[in-house]
């Protein structure tokens, strides 16, 4: 049963319990320190809750280098927005790395140089985990996560990101679930033999729809998917392709990091009738803070981003890294002044969750950053901050129960739900 949303903030018989609480414990002393303002409760309580439940993003990119000398995530490094110091300041316990690889054209070269990076960004995970084994635990279960988390550990989970990792060869799902695989995203930019993408490539020739959303062999895909229990996700789906995967999957399916097009009408996110598909199929949407998918930019500031960055001869923010040390810092820094004027903040994304919340109910929303991936807004801009999306929730009145469902509850419910049929598909057939 879906909880009920009331967007109101702490109500004032909760203020006036806390407040008696405070003053009673202060004792007789000559000077009793002043009372807490209301807003000082409400932090309080948020902290109180930040702790209690589990927190999980599931949408961190890593890069091909991860787990080296050159990027350790044991360590604060400044040019990413997760580590595992700074997971453990914010309070984010479980982050699914992703495994992904950018679509190319469709060549048996290419087929087996997808395999290869998505092989070595497993590794990377692995290695990871094993580098720091006292901190993080990489989980294979929702039981596993749980476990670690309350061993005090954080968590590592692992998703794919674009098919184009299977090329054509429904074999390697299996290798992949037997790495750690627990979601796997049909589709990047640019279609693939599984899915159309929402974002098709003139430059690999792509029109507008290939498969008229899910090719024969993605529905393939998506039944193995299922008879492994890894769950099948839509971001970066066409929408015709998402419609078909919550019809076609027998497990609940995810939109890893999405948000709404009522609040940000772009590609990526999901509109209100795919909203109602996705709760139809039991799945859940994680929905993403990503500045230009929780609000779109104007003109101006589009401009002034292209502009900037095209005086470093780069296209995009992946190519960035490219950049001399010198030169990444400088157009960070210019990056960061225009972002400063077109602000986007943890309450325009809390928005789209009220939004989906309104259409799906809360059993349906959960959250993700894509830190590493362009995520991120003011206040929730690497992991040290997630706090401030819990005290974005409290201000506006979502109980401890709800804020539990939407770090984590909801996601890891669909995944217990994705290895029962696993189990029970795998029982039928043997």
Same mark, same amino acid.
């Given at each position: ?50 702790? %209690? ?16 000398? #050159? ?18 300041? +914010? ?23 997808? @395999? #290869? ?28 996560? #749980?476990?670690?988390?309350?061993? *005090? ?26 790495? *750690?695989? @627990? ?17 098709? @490539?003139?430059?690999? !020739? ?5 498969? +008229? ?39 609940? =399916? ?13 590609? @990526?996110?999901?509109?209100? #009738? ?22 779109? /930019?104007?003109?101006?500031?589009? %401009? ?8 470093? *001869? ?32 943890? !309450? ?13 109910? =809360? ?6 950053? /894509?830190?590493?991936?362009? !995520? *991120? ?43 029962? =049929? ?9």
């Amino acid at each position: 049963m879906s909880l009920t949303h009331r967007p109101f903030p702490l109500a004032g018989g909760a203020l006036a319990v806390l407040m008696a609480a405070f003053v009673a414990g202060c004792g007789g002393g000559a000077e009793e320190p002043a009372p807490m303002t209301e807003e000082e409760m409400t932090e309080a309580e948020a902290r109180r809750i930040h702790d %209690a439940v589990m927190t999980l993003d599931t949408h961190i990119d890593i890069p091909f280098n991860y787990a080296t000398e #050159e990027v350790d995530p044991g360590n604060v490094n400044a040019d990413f927005q997760v580590d595992y110091p700074r997971m453990q300041e +914010g309070g984010l316990n479980v982050g699914f790395f992703v495994v992904y690889y950018g679509q190319a054209e469709r060549t048996a070269e290419n087929y087996e140089a997808a @395999r #290869e990076g998505a092989m070595s960004k497993f590794d990377a995970i692995h290695r990871a985990t094993s580098m720091h084994s006292d901190v993080i635990e990489l989980a294979h279960s929702a039981d596993d996560a #749980e476990r670690i988390h309350a061993e *005090g550990k954080l968590v590592a989970m692992i998703g794919i990101e674009n098919g184009f990792v299977t090329g054509q060869d429904l074999s390697l799902l299996e290798t992949y679930h037997e790495r *750690g695989a @627990r979601y796997f995203g049909l589709v990047h930019n640019g279609h693939n033999d599984i899915s159309d993408s929402c974002n098709p @490539r003139e430059d690999l !020739g792509d029109a507008e729809t290939e498969h +008229g959303g899910i090719s024969d062999f993605g529905r393939e895909v998506i039944a193995e998917l299922n008879r492994l229990g890894i769950l099948v996700d839509v971001s970066h789906a066409s929408k015709d392709a998402m419609l078909q995967a919550a019809e076609v999957s027998a497990a609940p =399916i995810i939109g890893s990091h999405s948000s709404t097009t009522a609040l940000a009408d772009v590609s @990526r996110n999901m509109d209100d #009738e795919q909203l109602r598909a996705l709760a139809a199929n039991g799945g859940v949407m994680q929905t993403v803070a990503l500045r230009s998918f929780v609000k779109t /930019d104007p003109p101006e500031k589009t %401009a002034a981003t292209e502009d900037a960055m095209a005086e470093f *001869g780069v296209s995009s923010f992946g190519e960035i890294r490219t950049l001399s040390e010198e030169d990444q810092t400088a157009l960070r820094a210019r990056l960061t002044d225009i972002g400063a004027e077109f602000p986007v903040t943890v !309450g325009d994304f809390v928005d789209h969750i009220d939004h989906a919340i309104e259409v799906m109910g =809360i059993d349906h929303v959960a959250i993700s950053s /894509d830190f590493d991936g362009g !995520g *991120g807004v003011d206040g929730w801009d690497d992991a040290s901050e997630t706090f401030n999306v819990t005290l974005e929730l409290v201000k506006r009145g979502y109980t401890e129960d709800q804020i539990a469902q939407l770090w984590s509850g909801n996601t890891l419910r669909i995944l217990r739900e994705a290895e029962r =049929i696993a189990a029970e598909m795998q029982a039928e057939g043997s």
